[in-house]
């Protein structure tokens, strides 16, 4: 996020914001919980406006609840982009068609990959037993044979079973024998390939809530995003990391010819905690907004956060079943940050020392309004447009 460095002079359009750096804190979590701790406790009940200044820019927050709710475009759907490449160098048309299929099938279930083995293998046989059915003596120099005896035949030798009730005569014969054997082994070896991709593959089915909240935690404006392994114990997944981005498009002019440009850039929230030893059941991750955050000092419905593309949450974690990295993504935008809300609780405990529990997905994405510190709208910045067509 660029952030205000005070008004300067130039070609470009909003030359005078930058990129803000920050140094990660050498301070532990814990203490900067207690640190939060007490600025809350701190607080009286009546206190609803702060100011602080940021880049030499004085800002108000104000105590607010409620203040966004949930966009009526599934996230899912505003998301999606269409985006193809065009004009690259290509490589022959062979080997890119056959790496389309073979990324096609790699994209297929077991149950579909099943069925694709036995339509090819069975149409495979049906050419090979139309080939031999229409030659004078069919496949074995014996003309009564019917359709069905030659498609037997031909399921025979593909199979390599050969009861021995049928066999090959003359050259023309014998070579589609050899064909059909060829082909049948490289069908059956790429099935068997692909199945063995597909189990030992690792897999894990991560499930992202619908919205971001941003709440108080611990005193301070805090984002909040959930991500939940549904399987639960019956996939266990350790060494879970988190990697939260906002990806923001910045506009400017050329020093050159003043023509307008585009940048594209992408930084990091710092998350409160990046790592977890196991990822059973629901993970809340947080980016407290501080001094620290590029979103500090901003609305969401405001210049520069208006820049933003988009939001991208990374999760990647370790299956204990097969050693393997499993990862997965998803991708938001700012009109799914709940400004005021909170997530509502979703484990159950039941009653008892029966040490049971649930995570209830039904509420991966239920919030509830709750106070937040947020800027006040009276902040606007107000930016002249130095490079209106009549400055230029």
């Given at each position: 996020m660029p952030a205000r460095a005070g008004k300067s002079k130039g070609n470009s359009a909003h030359s005078g914001w930058k990129l803000r750096t920050y140094r990660l804190s050498s301070n532990s979590m814990l203490h900067g919980a207690l640190k939060m701790a007490k600025s809350e406790n701190s607080m009286k009940p009546e206190e609803t406006l702060r100011t602080a200044i940021v880049d030499g820019r004085k800002f108000t927050l104000l105590l607010m609840k409620n203040v966004t709710q949930r966009p009526k475009v599934s996230r899912v759907e505003r998301t999606k982009y269409d985006w193809k490449n065009i004009n690259m160098d290509r490589s022959s048309s062979v080997k890119r068609c056959a790496v389309r299929v073979r990324r096609w099938l790699f994209k297929r279930d077991i149950p579909m990959l099943t069925l694709l083995y036995l339509a090819a293998f069975l149409a495979m046989n049906v050419v090979f037993a139309g080939l031999w059915y229409i030659e004078e003596g069919k496949c074995c120099n014996d003309p009564t044979m019917t359709y069905a005896q030659v498609f037997d035949f031909a399921v025979q030798t593909s199979s390599t079973i050969g009861y021995g009730g049928y066999w090959p005569k003359g050259k023309t014969n014998n070579f589609l024998v050899v064909l059909l054997s060829v082909l049948s082994v490289v069908l059956s070896t790429v099935y068997a390939g692909l199945l063995f991709f597909k189990f030992?593959?690792?897999?894990?089915?991560?499930?992202?809530?619908?919205?971001?909240?941003?709440?108080?935690?611990?005193?301070?404006?805090?984002?909040?995003?959930?991500?939940?392994?549904?399987?639960?114990?019956?996939?266990?997944?350790?060494?879970?990391?988190?990697?939260?981005?906002?990806?923001?498009?910045?506009?400017?002019?050329?020093?050159?010819?003043?023509?307008?440009r585009q940048v594209g850039q992408m930084e990091q929230l710092q998350l409160a905690v990046s790592t977890s030893h196991r990822l059973d059941g629901v993970w809340t991750l947080r980016h407290f907004i501080n001094e620290k955050s590029p979103l500090y000092g901003f609305r969401l419905d405001e210049f520069p956060a208006t820049?933003?593309?988009?939001?991208?949450?990374?999760?990647?974690?370790?299956?204990?079943?097969?050693?393997?990295?499993?990862?997965?993504?998803?991708?938001?935008?700012?009109?799914?940050?709940?400004?005021?809300?909170?997530?509502?609780?979703?484990?159950?405990?039941?009653?008892?020392?029966?040490?049971?529990?649930?995570?209830?997905?039904?509420?991966?994405?239920?919030?509830?309004?709750?106070?937040?510190?947020?800027?006040?709208?009276?902040?606007?910045?107000?930016?002249?447009?130095?490079?209106?067509?009549?400055?230029?």
């Open positions: 030992i593959t690792p897999e894990a089915n991560f499930e992202f809530s619908d919205v971001i909240t941003l709440s108080n935690v611990l005193g301070e404006p805090c984002l909040e995003v959930r991500v939940g392994n549904t399987d639960g114990v019956a996939n266990h997944l350790i060494n879970a990391e988190a990697s939260f981005r906002i990806n923001s498009t910045q506009e400017y002019r050329c020093d050159d010819d003043l023509s307008k820049t933003i593309t988009h939001l991208e949450l990374s999760v990647k974690a370790i299956q204990v079943l097969t050693k393997g990295e499993v990862f997965s993504q998803a991708a938001y935008q700012t009109q799914d940050i709940l400004v005021g809300h909170k997530f509502e609780d979703q484990t159950v405990i039941e009653p008892g020392n029966t040490r049971k529990g649930y995570f209830d997905y039904a509420k991966l994405s239920s919030t509830s309004p709750s106070i937040v510190w947020y800027p006040s709208s009276a902040d606007v910045l107000d930016i002249e447009d130095e490079y209106s067509e009549s400055a230029i």
